[in-house]
């Protein structure tokens, strides 16, 4: 049932390391984000989850996908990382209820921000949408044609 308080946001997350990760890293990256942002909606005054889902590809063109229905759960995914990577792309799906788009964009944000904080990281975020952008401020020096 969808009701007046239903949200579907669409958004993406580029992320690049000054070092490789290791697959059980970035699996654990993708899961921990996912999970943050199933937390967060909740704690933000979100009803129910209809589902958060992403799918999260290296550089070498494998990908993991993860989903997670509840705040209380863990994150549940599948699919192999095999080999380090220097890159993450993520893409995130939300079905929420109780939540303004706005709001849900602004914790998927929040949250791999948290995530992906730290040393050699450069995260951007992407609302898919509207092909706007966000930039951490200070984290990387380059260029976008819009």
Known sequence: MI?????????????RFDHAKQ???????VSRTISMVAKECMD??????????????VDSGKYIA?????????AMCRGELEESSKSLNLILNV?????????VEAIVVRSA???FSGKGVHVEFEDLEF????HCEGEHDHDHDH
Not at 95 to 103: A, E, F, N, R, V
């Open 23 to 29: 697959p059980e890293e970035l699996r654990s990256l």
């Open 113 to 115: 921000k948290k995530v």
């Open 44 to 57: 933000d005054g979100a009803r129910l989850i209809g589902h958060i889902k992403c799918i999260a590809e």
């Open 131 to 134: 092909e706007e952008h966000e």
């Open 95 to 103: 079905l929420i209820y109780g939540l303004d788009k706005p709001k």
């Open 66 to 74: 993860c989903s997670v229905v509840s705040a209380d759960n863990d």
């Open 3 to 15: 009701t007046d308080d239903f949200v579907a946001y669409a958004g993406k997350v580029h992320a």
